[in-house]
C-alpha cells in the first residue's frame, strides 16, 4: 500500500487500519469519539463505505500518537486537540496579521522609492535649468 498511498486520493477502512496497526471497529469508535473535530472523519460514497482522504490519515496517525505513544484518554486527547486547534487558529490569524503589514510596509517603501526618484529628478532639472540662465 506504501507506493500507491502517495497516488491514491481515497483509502478504504481496511487498508487504513492495516496503515495504523489498528482494527476498523476502533476507527469506527474513533470517528464517534472524534467527530467534533473536521477532519476526523472520514466520508462516505454513495454506497456508504467509508473513504479515508490522506489528511484524514494524518489526523488518525496523530490520534494513534497521542493514545499509544502519550498513553493519554480519549478526553485527554480531545483537550489536547481542542487546545492545539485554537493554537493553530491563533498562529494562522497572526501570519495574516504580518502579512498584512509586511505588504503596508512594501507599499511604503515602493511609494518612498517613486518619491526619492521624483525628487532626484526635479534637482537635476533645476540644476540644468540654474545652469543655463
Same mark, same amino acid.
Given at each position: 500500500?506504501?507506493? %500507491? ?38 466520508? $462516505? ?8 482522504? %490522506? %489528511? ?51 507599499? %511604503? ?9 521624483? $525628487? ?14
Amino acid at each position: 500500500m506504501e507506493e %500507491q498511498e502517495s497516488t491514491r486520493m481515497y483509502f478504504k477502512i481496511g487498508d487504513v487500519a492495516d496503515l495504523l496497526g489498528e482494527t476498523q471497529s476502533t476507527l469506527r469508535f474513533w470517528e464517534k469519539e472524534f467527530g467534533e473535530f473536521p477532519g476526523f472523519i472520514s466520508g $462516505k460514497n454513495l454506497h456508504g463505505t467509508r473513504r479515508y482522504s %490522506q %489528511q484524514n490519515i494524518e489526523n488518525l496517525k496523530m490520534i494513534v500518537f497521542l493514545l499509544r505513544e502519550k498513553k493519554m484518554t480519549i478526553e485527554g486527547a480531545k483537550q489536547y486537540l481542542r487546545v492545539n486547534r485554537r493554537t493553530k487558529s491563533n498562529e494562522d490569524q497572526l501570519i495574516d496579521y504580518l502579512k498584512d503589514v509586511r505588504s503596508y510596509v512594501e507599499n %511604503q517603501i515602493s511609494a518612498l522609492d517613486i518619491y526619492i526618484s521624483n $525628487k532626484k529628478r526635479e534637482r537635476i532639472l533645476n540644476g540644468n535649468n540654474n545652469k543655463n540662465s
